[in-house]
Nanobody, 124 residues
Framework: QVQVVESGGGSAQAGDSLRVSCEASGFTFSAYAMGWFRQPPGKEREFVAAINWGGHTTYYTDSVKGRFTISRDNAKNTVYLQMNSLKPEDTAVYYC?????????????????WGQGTQVTVSA
């Protein structure tokens, strides 16, 4: 019963910050790379950020570099996405992803498990 559950989404104004969280269960969290994807309205799901299974390596899509930070707490089976300097184009459903393997590549190229998503809406 691999399960990841997102929380922390909501409405924000441009320039604000939000942190979304992902609680994992049903698998050995430390054996999985983790990540975040998002799906803006009317668009395909896109990669946002990934973190390796030890939490020492991260990778971001260009549009969020310098603004978003992914982190994980393996003791809590939780991964976070801290979103600063939010822009209206960040509006999307944010999905947590879990891929068995050590690398951020496993998130980007693998077939991860998905959560139900949490809505983030950013207004100008």
């Amino acid at each position: 019963q691999v399960q990841v559950v997102e929380s922390g989404g909501g409405s924000a104004q441009a320039g604000d910050s939000l942190r979304v969280s992902c609680e994992a269960s049903g698998f050995t969290f430390s054996a999985y790379a983790m990540g975040w994807f998002r799906q803006p309205p009317g668009k395909e799901r896109e990669f946002v950020a990934a973190i390796n299974w030890g939490g020492h390596t991260t990778y971001y899509t260009d549009s969020v570099k310098g603004r978003f930070t992914i982190s994980r707490d393996n003791a809590k089976n939780t991964v976070y996405l801290q979103m600063n300097s939010l822009k209206p184009e960040d509006t999307a459903v944010y999905y947590c992803a879990a891929a068995r393997g050590p690398s951020t590549t496993d998130i980007v190229q693998g077939e991860p498990y998905w959560g139900q998503g949490t809505q983030v809406t950013v207004s100008a």
